[in-house]
């Protein structure tokens, strides 16, 4: 067996798998076959089977009901916290108790297993590159994850044939990976803000010790919702618009899964462009119309505002627990893809009083915590924290508080307890973690029953321990000790899989599996086919009349010489065949675009006129 | 376990640095390569190791500690001998309850006047100072002493001691309460129920004590 062990960054968007070199002492990432370094954190569910990565990211617009993206928002989770969300995201989330599952290609998955996918194709690229298994990694989380999240991507690892020997906090191990380049000392804020995730943590580096001094953020909360709000800003623009052509040909883009797939992709590269734009121009081609629309970066500015602005609320918090001013951070660092936006950093230098570093490669992140755990460095120590406290339920649904959040971990409690009725056999244990007061408020772990002998209320002596892992993951007894039987509890996690679940989903995950790599890339090759004809379909009915009747009619062979080889099984006929279909639209594709581009400026032109009167 | 004079007065920045290195001896990531029951001990050095510097680094929990220790009691839990706060400072925290669950049901109704909210967030500052100028005296004079005093002086300084740690606890109850009732932005609520949660010894206004599991579901 080897020891090696790999660093996996599982984002909300992309995903990637990182090793430290050796001979060189450099993290290095691994690319896929055809040299990318970052996996793209999307699964579609096809009738041919399962595909992740490029391939399926792709097909989001076209498969958007059997393609799930942004897992990591539903990890550990239940109905009840994601079914506002659910409306916008276009595959179906079950209702349901406990933890949510999803309906997709025809079957019903969780969570972790979609992740799970995902972890088996980074192990796939380890495997490959290192010509030898793995079967070890570090996986990074969101620092403010709680224990069901935490769980639920220990559990992914297992269905995906990995053993996942730490969970290391984000922000935490971004903090590593600046300390290496500089190993200054003070103290330090990292300010994590990813596609699904926010997260912010406090550190003091000294004597290569980087201790967590608090941490808080919002796992719900992160570029995601910055597209989401641009969508829906689009959407009703459209609707203001077009609403001519869309009444008549009655049509609701709110209902079109594939239509509210193109904006949110739209409106997600837009957003990247005013990154570094000022301004920038949105056409959207619609059956029947083509929208478009300058936008500037103000627009985007005044749409993120207010979700930009609930980052700022973690981070004093954070700085409170620490017991810290802004005035005490020696250094701001910026990690996660949506720290990118200029507002952001705006909004992070005006309230920390200083000018954030820059961006650090995640790839080095996830490598140097996993170069740690094998042995390849000994001089450097993480302290990390559990970002919620954590407690059991008691009398009145109170919670009853054993471990305060920004407890440094390894921690462990114990706290003595009580029966409250006459001759209780049955104690029920509560696991809660959060901050609020009442039970109802906080997240629910986990219910143990500890069966007791029956005694007058106020007798037993029930020792509750909690322990909480380096990983951050809780382990919890409970022991009478009037009575000499040692109770055994049976835990029932109230988000997360249970033993049995996880082995069931680990036999399923061999039986999909894409073992044939020919199978694979012929899946591959006909979703490329179904890309093409799509937009080839659309080139024809939005510009039919642009071009002559012979190229028509050769554009409408190649299409059709495409049909009748994507239903044969030749991966390479497929591929010539959509390569015909390119090369025939190539000239229509064109056209296309110039129509487009002059209607922009037309339109532009008339609302400048508009502007001035 | 640090190696330090077993003291209330300690050497922040020594106590830092000898936590670094324990910290680093009995992390659980320099022990990956070792068996599983090995492992376990490990981490729960680890564990103790991480309560202890967190103990020792806050004057206030140094204290607390210490009255835990010279009563013999383990955990935070089964003090017999209860702590008292002045019979004065009783008095007058209950008639502060009792004008907030008047402001409460008042406000239940609607919102609540400009008038009782002004009223409430001055005893609120107030509180705040008293309760700042209590833990000032505790970790400062009140630690001195105890450091230079002699084995007979000593009771009469744990007794104050409990005093003092009591007052307080009342303090941040109440204070709780009444940013809870103002209804305080979330940051300001978030410090409040850390101060419930903090205090574990402190008497709970309401919902009863704490310490017992709710009836099993039948």
């Known amino acids: 067996m080897s020891s090696r062990i790999i660093g996996i960054d599982l984002g909300t968007t992309n995903s990637l798998v990182a090793y430290v070199d050796e001979a060189t002492g450099l993290p290095r990432v691994i690319p896929d076959a055809d040299g990318r370094p970052l996996l793209p954190s999307v699964v579609a569910f096809t009738p041919d089977g399962i595909v992740v990565g490029e391939p399926a990211r792709r097909q989001l617009a076209r498969r958007p009901a059997d393609t799930v993206y942004s897992v990591k928002r539903l990890m550990g989770r239940g109905f009840e916290d994601v079914k506002d969300e659910a409306r916008y995201l276009p595959f179906r989330i079950l209702a349901g108790e406990g933890l949510v599952r999803l309906a997709v290609g025809g079957r019903e998955v969780t969570p972790p297993e979609v992740s799970a996918v995902v972890l088996k194709a980074l192990k796939e690229r380890a495997e490959r590159h290192f010509g030898e298994s793995v079967e070890k990694a570090v996986v990074t989380v969101p620092a403010y994850f709680n224990d069901a999240q935490r769980q639920a991507t220990k559990d992914a690892g297992r269905i995906a044939g990995l053993d996942v020997v730490r969970i290391v ?426 129509a487009a581009l002059k209607g922009a400026l037309g339109s532009r032109r008339a609302t400048e006129i508009l502007g001035e009167r | 376990m640090f190696g330090l004079p077993r003291k209330l007065a300690v050497d922040s920045a020594e106590l830092q640095r000898r936590f670094y290195a324990l910290a680093r001896e009995h992390h659980p990531d320099f022990h990956q390569a070792a068996p599983a029951e090995e492992r376990a001990r490990i981490e729960a050095t680890s564990a103790l190791v991480n309560a202890a510097y967190r103990t020792l680094r806050d004057p206030i929990a140094r204290v607390e500690y210490l009255v835990r220790l010279e009563e013999g009691r383990e955990t935070k839990e089964g003090d017999i001998d209860k702590p008292k706060a002045p019979p004065a400072l009783l008095q007058e925290m209950f008639e502060i309850q009792e004008a907030l669950a008047e402001a409460r049901s008042e406000a239940a109704k609607g919102a609540l006047d400009e008038t009782t909210r002004a009223t409430l967030a001055e005893q609120r500052e107030s509180l705040r100072a008293r309760l700042k100028d209590e833990e000032t005296r505790l970790a400062g004079p009140l630690s001195a002493r105890w450091d230079s005093a002699a084995p007979a002086e000593r009771p009469a300084i744990l007794a104050a001691f409990k005093e003092a740690l009591a007052t307080r606890a009342y303090l941040r109850t109440v204070i709780a309460d009444l940013t809870e009732t103002l209804g305080g932005d979330t940051e300001e609520l978030g410090r409040a129920i850390e101060g419930r949660h903090g205090s574990a010894e402190a008497p709970r206004t309401r919902g009863g004590m704490g310490g017992h599991i709710g009836a099993p579901h039948q």
């Open chain 1, 169 to 594: 906090n984000e922000p935490t191990a971004a903090s590593l990976a600046y300390g290496l380049h500089r190993l200054s000392e003070g103290v330090v804020a990292v300010y994590d803000l990813g596609g699904g995730t926010f997260d912010v943590s406090i550190l003091r580096v000294k004597d290569g010790v980087f201790e967590v001094l608090a941490t808080n953020g919002d796992t719900h909360l992160g570029g995601d919702d910055f597209d989401r709000v641009l969508a829906l800003w689009l959407l009703e623009d459209i609707a203001a618009r077009h609403h001519t052509e869309l009444d008549r040909d009655c049509v609701d883009l709110a209902r079109d899964p594939e239509a509210m797939q193109e904006l949110r992709l739209a409106a997600e590269a837009a957003k990247i462009r005013l990154s570094s734009e000022e301004r920038t121009t949105l056409t959207l081609p619609f059956a029947g119309f083509t929208y478009r629309r300058e936008m500037t970066r103000a627009d985007l500015e005044r749409l993120v505002e207010p979700l930009v602005g609930r980052t700022l609320g973690p981070c004093r918090r954070a700085l409170a627990d620490a017991g810290l001013s802004a005035a005490d951070i020696d250094e701001v660092v910026l990690v996660g893809g949506s720290t990118r936006v200029p507002l952001v950093r705006r909004r992070v230098q005006e309230l920390f009083g200083k000018t954030p570093h820059s961006q650090l490669n995640p790839d080095e992140v996830v490598a140097v915590q996993a170069h740690i755990l094998a042995g390849g460095i000994t001089n450097m120590l993480l302290l990390d924290v559990t970002p919620l406290s954590l407690g059991i339920e008691s009398l009145g649904g109170i919670v009853n508080v054993l471990i305060p959040r920004n407890t440094t971990i390894p921690t462990s409690a114990r706290e003595m307890f009580t029966t409250s009725a006459d001759g209780q056999t049955l104690v029920d244990l509560h696991v809660l973690q959060g901050e609020r007061e009442l039970a109802k408020d906080c997240r629910s772990l986990g219910r143990f029953e500890l069966r007791i002998d029956p005694m007058p209320a106020g007798m037993p002596k029930i020792e509750v321990t909690f322990l909480i892992d380096a990983n951050g993951i809780l382990q919890v007894q409970a022991k009478e000790q009037r009575s000499d039987k040692a109770a055994s509890i049976e835990v029932k996690p109230t988000y997360g899989l249970n033993e049995a679940e996880v082995g069931r989903m680990i036999e399923d995950s061999f039986t999909y599996a894409e073992a044939d790599v020919e199978t694979r890339m012929l899946i591959e090759a006909r979703n490329e086919a179904d890309t093409v004809l799509v937009h080839a379909g659309r080139a024809l009915k939005q510009g039919a009349h642009l071009v002559d009747v012979a190229e028509r009619a050769a554009i409408e062979t190649a299409v059709a010489a495409l049909r009748a080889a994507r239903s044969g099984d030749d991966r390479d006929r497929i591929h010539e065949a959509t390569t015909a279909v390119n090369r025939a639209t190539e000239h229509l594709a064109e056209v296309l675009m110039d």
